[in-house]
């Protein structure tokens, strides 16, 4: 038995050898899509937050130039503009 598969070895190995560097190259390149993937989602939700970062500074930067009691009647007057 053990003859056997030593004999089938020899006559093979290259062929075994062929076909697990194919794998290897498949899992390789399925992993570099699944990371690239997952890059493109960071970048997204990075862009995300920024977006609302710049949007809260606006707000800020803009109720601070108001006077007292003006973010106030400012709000009033856009509430009501709604309705």
Do not use: C
């Not at 390789?28 to 977006?51: M, P, T």
């Amino acid at each position: 038995m053990w003859a056997l598969l030593l004999g089938w070895w020899q006559n093979s190995y290259a062929a075994v050898l062929k076909w697990v560097g194919i794998a290897f190259a498949v899992l390789l390149v399925w992993f570099n899509i699944k990371q690239s993937g997952r890059k493109d989602e960071q970048a997204d939700e990075l862009i995300a937050q920024n977006k609302s970062v710049e949007k809260a500074n606006e707000v800020e930067t803009d109720v601070r130039r108001l006077g007292d009691g003006a973010a106030l009647d400012e709000l009033r007057n856009d509430w009501s503009r709604k309705q």
